[in-house]
């Protein structure tokens, strides 16, 4: 009955450092989003999976972003050479429909990302 | 241009006034329309969702889409305290789509 969680709630990374940010999804949930938050912003599509398939990353900032749902459930975000620009909260939501079914999409708490 | 607009000045209102807040948009395909309203150090909660032009009213609050305008709007009545948070309008093409958000309103509720 748990809602989508996400760790680490906060990371702090010095540049060019790798991170790995961490999404559990809804149990069930087929659907899984990662958006990205800068400080008063409104999210920002990153990229989308339907189970295992990543079906649409043109949100993803650069190629030193990478996402993966191997077992189409958790899922993580990696960003590789991490930049000051990169800071800012990645949110991932889940919903229940798969691509041709419009429902809800639940956040989590997001991870808040400061790179010195 | 971006895809949605929401003027993101913050509002402070006394309890129990009404707070207005908009967006507008200029992708016409856009379909599902929703306010989201996310706390401090929380993930946004879907508040209001509607689909195609008109109305939508759940308790003290209102949605409204005007489709030929490219315009939503939300209505808060009775505001309390408890509603401060920043609001967000998103919209969607519909098929689980990604969500296009506006920059949101952070509305303070003042006891």
């Known amino acids: 009955g748990a809602g989508v969680s996400q760790s680490p709630r906060y990371k702090v990374a010095k540049r060019g450092q790798d991170v790995a940010l961490r999404c559990d999804p809804i149990?069930?949930?087929?659907?899984l989003f990662w958006y990205q938050q800068a400080l008063g912003q409104g999210p920002e599509f990153l990229t989308y999976?339907?189970?295992?398939?990543?079906?649409?990353k043109s949100g993803l900032p650069s190629d030193r972003f990478f996402a993966e749902r191997p077992e189409g459930s958790v899922s993580t975000l990696k960003i590789q050479r991490t930049q000051q620009e990169d800071s800012a909260v990645y949110l991932c939501?889940?919903?229940?429909?798969?691509?041709?079914?419009?429902?809800?999409?639940?956040f989590g708490p997001g991870t808040r990302l400061t790179v010195l | 241009q971006k895809e949605v607009e929401q003027d993101p000045g913050p509002l402070s209102v006394p309890e129990g006034a009404i707070v207005s807040l908009n967006c507008t948009y200029s992708?016409?395909?856009?379909?599902?329309f929703m306010w989201y309203r996310q706390y401090s150090r929380k993930g946004p909660e879907l508040l209001m969702y509607?689909?195609?032009?008109g109305n939508k009213e759940d308790g003290r609050f209102t949605a409204q889409v005007d489709k030929s305008s490219k315009y939503i709007s939300l209505f808060i009545r009775d505001s309390q305290p408890s509603d401060s948070a920043t609001y967000l309008c998103?919209?969607?093409?519909?098929?689980?789509?990604?969500?296009?958000f506006g920059k949101g309103n952070q509305v303070v509720v003042i006891p």
């Open positions: 939501a889940s919903s229940s429909q798969g691509a041709r079914g419009t429902d809800t999409q639940y």
């Open positions: 149990s069930g949930h087929v659907s």
């Open positions: 999976f339907q189970n295992e398939a990543q079906l649409d």
């Open positions: 992708n016409s395909a856009f379909q599902y």
């Open positions: 509607t689909y195609s032009s």
């Open positions: 998103a919209m969607t093409l519909g098929g689980n789509n990604r969500l296009a």
